[in-house]
């Protein structure tokens, strides 16, 4: 059964620091990892999405990088800004039932 | 493109009432939506999976006589939480694809979620 750690669980910083968020997750048979933001109250927004296949992605100020056989990824992000506060999942997708499992997050607040 | 909704947002009931909560694909036609619960703090976990016409699959430890799903349309999924009580208060998210029955990888679009509150 995967199951997926997500450090730090929680995460405060001034305005303009770059981040690291890290994922592992136990079963590195998978086909793709996502990351998703999810504001308090909220559903899921999806944000970058890497297939087994590639080492990372990059959106704007966020690049997630993925290292399958070590079981891992990680979600950068650059220049943080007060609307990037949000909690951060990522969600492995493996074989078997093909449901992506999520991790508990990382709760991120950034200060003006 | 790839909308999907819920209502209601939030709704609060009394003990050993009935819920029903919908969740509807705007722009696509959803042929299997999931059913997601989340307490707070929590991670995401799948109850049930439903595809459009027959019955829905449900985890482990879901009680398929309390979460009623139906999927009787490829736009709409309801999930009705039966005779609730204080301990399924809870997040409830939705999610469909519409290509998820031949693609198991294809990407599922995730509703903003119903928060249920049972007084």
């Known amino acids: 059964k995967q199951e997926v750690t997500q450090i730090p669980a929680a995460l405060s910083v001034p305005e303009g620091e770059n981040l690291v968020l890290n994922c592992s997750f136990t079963d590195s048979a998978i086909y793709n990892l996502q990351w998703f933001r999810q504001d308090p109250g909220k559903g899921l927004t999806s944000l970058l999405l890497?297939?087994?296949?590639?080492r990372e992605q990059t959106s704007g100020r966020l690049n997630a990088s993925l290292d399958k056989s070590s079981g891992r990824s990680t979600l950068y992000i650059a220049a943080s800004q007060p609307g990037d506060s949000a909690t951060y999942l990522c969600?492995?997708?493996?074989?078997?039932?093909?449901?992506?499992?999520f991790g508990r997050g990382t709760s991120l607040i950034v200060h003006p | 493109g790839a909308v999907v909704s819920q209502h209601p947002s939030r709704v609060i009931c009394k003990s050993g009432t009935s819920v029903k909560i919908e969740c509807r694909s705007l722009?696509?036609?959803?042929?299997?939506m999931f059913w997601y619960r989340q307490f707070p703090k929590q991670s995401l976990m799948l109850m049930a999976t439903s595809n459009e016409g027959s019955k829905a699959t449900y985890e482990q430890g879901v009680e398929k006589d309390k979460f009623l799903i139906n999927h009787a349309s490829l736009t709409l999924s309801t999930l009705t939480v039966t005779s609730a009580h204080p301990e399924d208060s809870s997040f409830y998210i939705c999610?469909?694809?519409?290509?998820?029955?031949?693609?198991?990888?294809?990407?599922?679009?995730f509703g903003p979620g119903t928060r249920l509150t049972v007084l």
């Open positions: 722009d696509f036609q959803a042929t299997t």
């Open positions: 969600a492995p997708l493996s074989g078997g039932s093909y449901i992506p499992t």
């Open positions: 890497i297939q087994s296949s590639q």
């Open positions: 999610s469909a694809s519409d290509n998820w029955d031949r693609v198991r990888t294809d990407t599922q679009y």
